[in-house]
């Protein structure tokens, strides 16, 4: 699996946009990016995953560039709620049986 | 649907002692996986059961083992605890032999502190 790199931390301002980058530059043709979020105590949950497109869903729009050697979620208006830490992880979709590899991540700290 | 649930919410062991911890799937999930998250750290991948059998394993000791019924729900059990063991305890269920990544959901957790 790619391995992928994460700044440790961010701020975002209430109502403004969360761009959160993923650095995954030895990621193979057949693996996806995933992006999961971890909000204090709670266990991880899942946000978005995608291939080579764009891709946007109720909660976030992931943005992944042509060479496909890095990312961006997307978080369009964030609120107090969506402060956690966001796991980018990269494996292949076919094989395998749904085991995670997650990194230190980013802590996302939305303030008012 | 009450989701993913774990027992307990929180534990307290001494060094040497064993542990049983507890995982009921998601309704319509036969694949649980379970992980452990230190403190300021990621989830680590321990093993994976589906159809009663450990499936795939990370690196972890011997001294971890599970279990998965025929319901479906798991237990992660840890012999001769060391204070390394001290962390939250994930739980994981999927459907499907977990090939589908979002339909993944997690429990809340077992905090277990080993004194």
């Known amino acids: 699996d790619a391995k992928t790199t994460q700044p440790p931390s961010m701020d975002c301002a209430e109502g403004r946009a969360a761009n959160l980058p993923c650095n995954h530059s030895t990621i193979s043709g057949n693996e996806y990016v995933y992006w999961y979020r971890q909000i204090h105590s709670q266990g991880p949950q899942y946000i978005i995953h995608g291939l080579k497109n764009n891709e946007t869903n109720e909660m976030a729009s992931l943005i992944i560039t042509e060479d496909r050697k890095s990312s961006t979620l997307i978080l369009p208006h964030a609120t107090l709620r969506d402060t956690a830490v966001y796991y980018c992880i990269v494996r292949a979709i076919s094989g395998n049986t749904g085991k995670l590899i997650f990194g230190q991540g980013t802590t996302l700290q939305v303030k008012p | 649907d009450a989701g993913v649930t774990q027992s307990p919410t929180h534990l307290i062991k001494t060094r040497g002692q064993q542990v049983t911890l507890r995982c009921s799937p998601k309704?319509?999930?036969?694949?649980v996986s379970w992980y452990q998250q230190a403190l300021g750290q990621g989830p680590q991948f321990i093993f994976q059961y589906y159809e009663e059998e450990e499936r795939q394993r990370g690196n972890f000791p011997d001294r971890f083992s599970g279990h998965q019924f025929p319901n479906y729900s798991s237990e992660l059990n840890v012999n001769a605890l060391l204070l390394g063991d001290s962390a939250l305890y994930l739980c994981?269920?999927?459907?499907?032999?977990?090939?589908?990544?979002?339909?993944?959901?997690f429990g809340p957790g077992t905090r277990l502190t080993v004194l």
């Open positions: 309704s319509g999930h036969d694949t």
């Open positions: 994981a269920s999927s459907p499907r032999g977990g090939a589908i990544y979002n339909e993944q959901f």
